[in-house]
């Protein structure tokens, strides 16, 4: 069965911090690895990654995929109150060109 | 600069009541999706709509509808509403392939 298991579930830390989330991912067929950034309301896209060793990079955030650990990255450094979102992982669903599957996301809340 | 349109924002129903969720989007996508979020089970696909004319079953079909009435819009029915179905339901559209999927602001439904 295709899963995506995000890790950790929550994360509380200080403004400046840099953080690391995590996403590994099971899907039959792999084809691209997603991230997305959850604040109050809908989901807003931030990365889509394809090819492993390649790093994604917008601002202050980051993201990295290895396709042989079947692994993906997240990171963000300088962390602002701004920052604080769920993150989510998707990835899409066997052999369907149109089901994503979704991990439960990461809970990221940054203290002034 | 609409992108995605999703009603009601928020709505109350009773138990056995029915409803429609409505979503358009004016990005010119073909594939439509309604998902469910549920506290610490992330999204999950309820329905999709690959292209006009076009229907199907997601991850949890069970107790809903949809109906691709033209391009621009995919709405959802409930029937007959359950407690089960308190949840936010998100629509989203998607250009071709797994490029960036744009979300509505979301619909929290309560049942009692």
């Known amino acids: 069965e295709d899963k995506v298991v995000q890790s950790p579930l929550s994360l509380v830390v200080h403004e400046g911090d840099t953080v690391t989330l995590n996403c590994s991912y099971e899907v039959t067929n792999f084809r691209s690895l997603l991230w997305y950034k959850q604040e109050k309301k809908a989901p807003t896209f931030l990365f889509m990654l394809?090819?492993s060793g390649i790093e994604k990079k917008s601002g202050r955030l980051s993201s990295i995929l290895d396709k042989k650990e079947l692994f993906s990255i997240l990171n963000i450094t300088a962390t602002q109150t701004g920052d604080s979102a769920v993150y989510l992982c998707?990835?899409?669903?066997?052999?369907?060109?149109?089901?994503?599957?979704w991990g439960a996301g990461t809970k990221l809340i940054i203290k002034p | 600069n609409a992108g995605v349109t999703q009603t009601p924002k928020f709505q109350v129903l009773k138990t056995g009541q029915s409803m429609t969720l409505q979503c358009a989007q004016d990005m010119n996508h073909n594939s439509m999706y309604w998902y469910r979020q549920d506290p610490g089970m992330g999204l999950r696909l309820i329905y999709y709509?690959?292209?006009?004319?076009?229907?199907d079953k997601g991850e949890v079909p069970n107790g809903y509808n949809v109906s691709r009435l033209n391009k621009r819009e995919f709405s959802l029915r409930l029937e007959s509403a359950a407690p089960s179905q308190t949840s936010v339901y998100f629509c989203?559209?998607?250009?071709?392939?797994?490029?960036?999927?744009?979300f509505g602001q979301g619909t929290r439904l309560t049942v009692v």
């Open positions: 989203a559209s998607q250009g071709a392939g797994y490029t960036e999927a744009f």
């Open positions: 394809t090819s």
């Open positions: 709509s690959a292209s006009e004319g076009t229907t």
């Open positions: 998707a990835g899409p669903k066997g052999d369907s060109n149109y089901q994503l599957i």
